[in-house]
């Protein structure tokens, strides 16, 4: 969720007044939603922010932008939450979305970055289209990861009946490699692992199939505030239709749906970066286009 860079206004005719000690009740009101709750003496902007997030953050929409208004008794109205305003007494708050959609900007950088691999095993080679490209893709996904200090997460849908990753495809360095019966990668272990690294802003997601595993992978990151980067040189289904009818109705929820050259070229960023000849020399040894970018 985003909200407004500052808050404007002026303190005058305010719905708090001082005082001080502990805890301060707070109505937090949002939609038609009204909760009453309590936050420290002395709060400001940022903790508001965090608490309408704990009270609200499955209704809220990420990609919108809002602004915090505080009830002011001298106006009889809300009133945009005064610059450097801090909680004082008790006081009535809301969380108002603006009109206009954000657009999601999609940039990266390594630091905030993960690479998510999804269920790139042997049982699915005879019946995924395109996989042998989709293998090699991912493959250079992953070194160019390993070049970059990208921590990766791989899953591996039911091993026991669908086998292990394919051999082609280097785990080494990875952080996670776990089964699952689950469809979404979203499981608890990959939660915590991603809360223990700082600074997590995107994903990039990659795998099979896109209209089932990687379709609700995605959907549940965004819906956790993550930004998702689905590469599609790197993705496929059984049906080239399904895989087409996946990545339309994910980039209209604002998931960017991209590909490998673009991923590595923008985490790299200059031809200065010291790791710039090898992601080139990476790129220009791919294979060439299979035609599966066509199908998108």
Same mark, same amino acid.
């Given at each position: 969720?985003?909200?407004?860079? *500052?808050?404007?206004? #002026?303190?005058? &005719?305010? /719905?708090?007044?001082?005082? &001080? /000690? !502990?805890?301060?009740?707070?109505?937090?009101?949002?939609?038609?939603?009204?909760?009453?709750?309590?936050?420290?003496? !002395?709060? !400001?902007? *940022?903790?508001?922010?965090?608490?309408? +997030?704990?009270?609200?953050?499955?209704?809220?929409?990420?990609?919108r932008k809002f602004v915090v208004q505080l009830f002011s008794e001298e106006w009889s109205q809300y009133i945009d939450l005064p610059k450097g305003f801090l909680v004082s007494?008790?006081? %009535?708050?809301?969380?108002?979305? $603006?009109?206009?959609? =954000?657009?999601?900007?999609?940039?990266? @950088?390594?630091?905030?970055?993960?690479?998510?691999?999804?269920?790139?095993?042997?049982?699915?080679?005879?019946?995924? %289209?395109?996989?042998?490209?989709?293998?090699?893709?991912?493959?250079?996904?992953?070194?160019?990861?390993?070049?970059?200090?990208?921590?990766?997460?791989? @899953?591996?849908?039911?091993?026991?009946? $669908? &086998?292990?990753?394919?051999?082609?495809?280097?785990?080494?360095?990875?952080?996670?490699?776990?089964?699952?019966? %689950?469809?979404?990668?979203?499981?608890? *272990?990959?939660?915590?692992?991603?809360?223990?690294?700082? !600074?997590?802003?995107?994903?990039?997601?990659? /795998?099979?199939?896109?209209?089932?595993?990687?379709?609700?992978?995605?959907?549940? +990151?965004?819906?956790?505030?993550?930004?998702?980067?689905?590469?599609?040189? #790197?993705?496929?289904?059984?049906? =080239? =239709?399904?895989?087409?009818?996946?990545?339309?109705?994910?980039?209209?929820?604002?998931?960017?749906?991209?590909?490998?050259?673009?991923?590595? +070229?923008?985490?790299? #960023?200059?031809?200065?970066?010291?790791?710039?000849?090898?992601?080139?020399?990476?790129?220009?040894?791919?294979?060439?286009?299979? &035609?599966? $970018?066509? %199908?998108?």
């Amino acid at each position: 969720m985003a909200a407004a860079a *500052e808050p404007v206004g #002026a303190p005058a &005719g305010g /719905g708090c007044s001082p005082a &001080g /000690g !502990g805890p301060v009740p707070v109505l937090f009101c949002f939609s038609v939603f009204a909760r009453p709750s309590s936050v420290p003496h !002395g709060a !400001g902007y *940022e903790l508001l922010i965090q608490k309408f +997030l704990s009270l609200y953050g499955d209704q809220i929409d990420i990609h919108r932008k809002f602004v915090v208004q505080l009830f002011s008794e001298e106006w009889s109205q809300y009133i945009d939450l005064p610059k450097g305003f801090l909680v004082s007494e008790r006081c %009535k708050v809301r969380l108002v979305p $603006l009109q206009i959609q =954000m657009t999601t900007l999609g940039n990266l @950088t390594p630091s905030s970055t993960v690479f998510f691999c999804c269920d790139m095993q042997e049982r699915f080679r005879p019946a995924i %289209k395109y996989f042998g490209d989709i293998i090699s893709v991912g493959q250079r996904l992953l070194q160019g990861a390993r070049l970059l200090g990208i921590p990766v997460i791989v @899953t591996e849908q039911y091993p026991k009946g $669908l &086998g292990s990753t394919v051999q082609e495809i280097d785990l080494t360095g990875a952080k996670l490699v776990l089964p699952k019966t %689950k469809f979404s990668m979203v499981l608890p *272990e990959v939660e915590a692992a991603l809360a223990e690294i700082p !600074g997590v802003r995107s994903i990039v997601l990659f /795998g099979v199939e896109t209209h089932v595993c990687i379709q609700q992978t995605a959907l549940e +990151l965004v819906g956790r505030g993550l930004e998702v980067h689905i590469v599609a040189d #790197a993705t496929s289904s059984r049906s =080239m =239709m399904d895989r087409m009818f996946a990545l339309e109705r994910l980039a209209r929820t604002g998931i960017i749906v991209t590909t490998s050259e673009a991923i590595l +070229l923008q985490l790299v #960023a200059d031809k200065e970066h010291p790791k710039f000849k090898e992601i080139q020399n990476l790129i220009k040894a791919s294979a060439p286009e299979s &035609g599966l $970018l066509s %199908k998108v």
